[in-house]
């Protein structure tokens, strides 16, 4: 059964480090998200992506924070400059493929947990 | 601003037994409700979709329903089992958010004892 899978599974990093945080959707999938979960709280929505461009973003997603979609198969979400509060779990999702986004099931990965020291 | 919130936080209970848990979310303007499974550490396992024009779903030992007017959904798990034993999260997609946002309830956390 196809799934959404996540490299790495833990990323430990120094704070004012870069990290890029790599997903690979469901084939055929046209919707592509980023959330985050931080330990013992909701998991909030960070970031959307169709068509190659970010459709939504929240109030999390600032100026630090990237999307990329660099080969019509990953899709990568860049913090470029870390801060203690980033250390979460942060899962990727896609929907599926055709009709209205509103029909659409969203499969996620297994996580990236991330540490900032 | 839509919140979605699940009661109870934790739920203990006996192999065999059946049980309900809630979701409640304050705007009404859903698209869809989905309810997931997350094992300690894990992903997020979809289990049940259930769109606005619909009132329920069933999956196995699994049915969930949906109430737009009182803002509720409610997951019945059926003759509970110990490989039942997860956090259930509930989530609720907007009008409004282009491409289907997400906005989670913090979960329940469900143990069922041999």
């Known amino acids: 059964e196809p799934e959404v899978t996540q490299t790495p599974s833990h990323q430990v990093t120094q704070m004012g480090q870069e990290v890029i945080l790599r997903c690979v959707p469901i084939?055929?999938?046209?919707?592509f998200y980023w959330y985050r979960q931080i330990l013992g709280q909701k998991v909030e929505f960070l970031v959307s992506?169709?068509?190659?461009?970010?459709?939504?973003k929240s109030e999390i997603f600032d100026d630090q924070f990237s999307v990329e979609r660099p080969d019509g198969s990953n899709f990568t979400l860049k913090i470029r400059s870390t801060k203690l509060e980033d250390s979460a779990m942060y899962f990727c999702?896609?929907?599926?493929?055709?009709?209205?986004?509103?029909?659409?099931?969203?499969?996620f990965g297994p996580g990236t947990r991330l540490t900032v020291l | 601003k839509q919140e979605v919130t699940q009661i109870p936080a934790a739920l203990s209970v006996p192999e065999g037994e059946n049980l309900v848990l809630n979701c409640s979310f304050t705007?009404?303007?859903?698209?869809?409700l989905q309810w997931f499974r997350q094992d300690p550490g894990k992903g997020l396992t979809s289990l049940l979709l259930?769109?606005?024009?619909?009132r329920e779903q069933t999956s196995g030992r699994l049915n969930a329903s949906l109430d737009k007017s009182s803002g509720r959904s409610t997951l019945y798990i059926a003759a509970s089992q110990p490989g039942d034993s997860a956090t259930y999260l509930c989530?609720?997609?907007?009008?409004?958010?282009?491409?289907?946002?997400?906005?989670f309830g913090k979960g329940t956390k469900l143990s069922v004892k041999p």
């Open positions: 989530a609720a997609m907007n009008y409004g958010g282009s491409q289907g946002n997400l906005i």
């Open positions: 999702a896609s929907g599926q493929e055709g009709g209205s986004v509103s029909y659409n099931e969203q499969f």
């Open positions: 259930i769109q606005s024009s619909q």
């Open positions: 992506f169709y068509n190659n461009e970010i459709s939504e």
């Open positions: 084939s055929n999938h046209l919707y």
């Open positions: 705007d009404s303007a859903i698209y869809n």
